[in-house]
């Protein structure tokens, strides 16, 4: 079993720069993927990026790409979220996941989570 643990949130202006860190206990294997998911009060998880752990190759949500950078360190099993340019609407609850195999966009596909950290951004 994979432990995910978060770090990095905090509260910063519109237009500041943020990045987020999901460490791993125990090992990630190339065939997995990692992402990341955020959660607005009163609004469902939704994906924000993932990465394959094996290739690299990276995926974003249309509402961050260009903005977001999902990238990992596969000596330190980290994965990272740096967000740039960030609005108030990147206001969530940011939780990071391992799939169970592959890249996916669901949630339904990652079989651990962190505990989130939290980022709010003010006008």
């Known amino acids: 079993q994979v432990q995910l643990v978060e770090s990095g949130g905090g509260l910063v202006q519109a237009g500041d720069s943020l990045r987020l860190s999901c460490t791993a206990s125990g090992r990630i294997f190339s065939s997995h993927g990692m992402g990341w998911f955020r959660q607005a009060p009163g609004k469902e998880r939704e994906f924000v990026a993932a990465?394959?752990?094996?290739?690299?190759?990276?995926y974003y949500a249309d509402s961050v790409k260009g903005r977001f950078t999902i990238s990992r360190d596969t000596s330190k099993i980290t994965t990272y979220l740096q967000m740039t340019s960030l609005k108030p609407e990147d206001t969530a609850v940011y939780y990071c996941?391992?799939?169970?195999?592959?890249?996916?966009?669901?949630?339904?596909?990652?079989?651990?989570w962190g505990q989130g950290t939290q980022v709010t951004v003010s006008s």
């Open positions: 996941g391992r799939t169970r195999g592959g890249y996916s966009r669901s949630a339904a596909e990652y079989d651990a």
């Open positions: 990465i394959r752990w094996g290739v690299g190759n990276t």
